[in-house]
């Protein structure tokens, strides 16, 4: 499992130009669940990035996590972060996992991040969106778990 963190001063997602959800100051995720992610991974990422000091504190450091901030976050699915790109000029996604088990790991996530006390929007899983953010910093952190 992926994750690609943007701390973001807003965001919003849109599909056929509807606003879909829209958070002030956060976190920006973009996840991308790999062939045999288990829910123990979701989990563990989800708590990672509900505690990741990467706000900034008083002194202007690294201090602050989104919990600590009262942040929100918004969270897109986005298979194409385990795009293959290492032959040919075309990406391929066989690392990707499958879109039922994907949307399943994707809201268990999502889950998991409320339960840590975080306001979470999404985006539409399988649907083209636009996401528009406004990153601030710019911060962008990349997780594996």
């Given at each position: 499992m992926i994750a690609i963190l943007q701390r973001v001063l807003k965001a919003k997602v849109t599909v056929n130009e509807k606003?879909?959800?829209?958070i002030g100051p956060g976190l920006l995720i973009l996840l991308g669940v790999r062939?045999?992610?288990?829910?123990?991974?979701?989990?563990g990422l989800s708590q990672r990035c509900a505690n990741l000091r990467?706000?900034?504190?008083?002194?202007?450091?690294?201090?602050?996590s989104?919990?600590?901030?009262?942040?929100?976050?918004?969270?897109?699915?986005?298979?194409?972060l385990l795009a293959d790109t290492t032959r040919g000029r075309r990406p391929s996604f066989t690392d990707a996992e499958e879109p039922e088990r994907a949307k399943d790991l994707y809201e268990f996530f999502i889950e998991q991040l409320e339960r840590a006390g975080l306001v979470?929007?999404?985006g539409i899983f399988g649907e083209r969106m636009v996401v528009a953010l406004d990153?601030?910093?710019p911060v962008t952190i990349i997780m594996e778990e």
């Open positions: 606003p879909v959800s829209e062939k045999g992610d288990t829910e123990d991974q979701a989990r990467i706000f900034e504190d008083q002194d202007g450091k690294f201090n602050l989104i919990l600590d901030i009262k942040g929100q976050a918004l969270v897109v699915s986005q298979f194409t979470v929007q999404d990153n601030n910093g």
